[in-house]
């Protein structure tokens, strides 16, 4: 099983400032990784997949990037609907893994 | 727009059954592969099974191989999830989820129903 490790688990930014979460896998998923958002009581929205390409609708203020087995999301200037939980997930290999998430909290 | 419904969540007891439904919409339901996610109280996501468009290759998770059964008629366009011998940690929202492809390759998720809440206690 691919482990993922998501760092930190709680980002304090305030609004406007950039912030950047990391995701490491355990083994290579070769790009093979997607990160997904949620926001309280609600579900995970789809954000981005092959560790930097962003899904339909997504803000450009929103980029991903890969170096080896660890990739980095970057926000550029949060807006109030960004704060929420981001969680990482590798499809290169079943069983399916998730990273154990992201805060990103209003400073 | 795609969406999914999921419903038959509820209050079991330990060693219970369970059978999770979820209604789709939106896209040609036999050209997808589907899966289950669930959340317990407080935590992270967690990978449950998958199944491939046309139901012949399904996948688990260690924790639930054996005891879960995953399922879909495409006729019905719904999504199926058995549940037998339930236990305390299989408490969790569980959310039916779209993949992007088939079942063969991008394996990800890219649409979410709500969830519907399983509770396993006596």
């Known amino acids: 099983e691919i482990v993922m490790t998501q760092s930190p688990a709680t980002l304090s930014v305030s609004p406007g400032e950039g912030a950047t979460l990391s995701c490491r896998a355990s083994q290579s998923v070769n790009v093979y990784l997607a990160w997904y958002q949620q926001k309280p009581g609600q579900a995970p929205r789809f954000l981005m997949y092959d560790g930097s390409t962003r899904a339909t609708g997504v803000p450009a203020r929103f980029s991903g990037s890969r170096s080896g087995t660890e990739f980095t999301l970057s926000i550029s200037s949060l807006q109030s609907e960004d704060f929420a939980v981001y969680y990482c997930?590798?499809?290169?290999?079943?069983?399916?893994?998730f990273g154990g998430g992201t805060k990103v909290e209003i400073k | 727009e795609v969406q999914l419904w999921e419903s038959g969540g509820g209050l079991v007891q330990p060693e219970g059954s369970l059978r999770l439904s979820c209604a789709a919409s939106?896209?040609?339901?036999?050209?997808?592969?589907l899966g289950w996610v669930r959340q317990a109280p407080g935590r992270g996501l967690d990978w449950v099974s998958a199944?491939?468009?046309?139901?012949?290759?399904?996948n688990y998770a260690d924790s639930v191989r054996g005891r879960f059964t995953i399922s879909r008629d495409n006729s019905r366009n719904t999504l199926y999830l058995q549940m037998n011998s339930l236990r305390a940690d299989d408490t969790a929202v569980f959310y039916c989820?779209?993949?992007?492809?088939?079942?063969?390759?991008?394996?990800?998720?890219?649409?979410w129903g709500q969830g519907t809440l399983v509770t396993v206690s006596s």
């Open positions: 939106g896209f040609t339901f036999g050209n997808y592969a």
């Open positions: 199944i491939s468009s046309d139901g012949g290759t399904t």
């Open positions: 997930l590798q499809y290169h290999s079943w069983p399916l893994t």
């Open positions: 989820a779209k993949i992007v492809g088939s079942g063969t390759y991008y394996n990800l998720f890219d649409s």
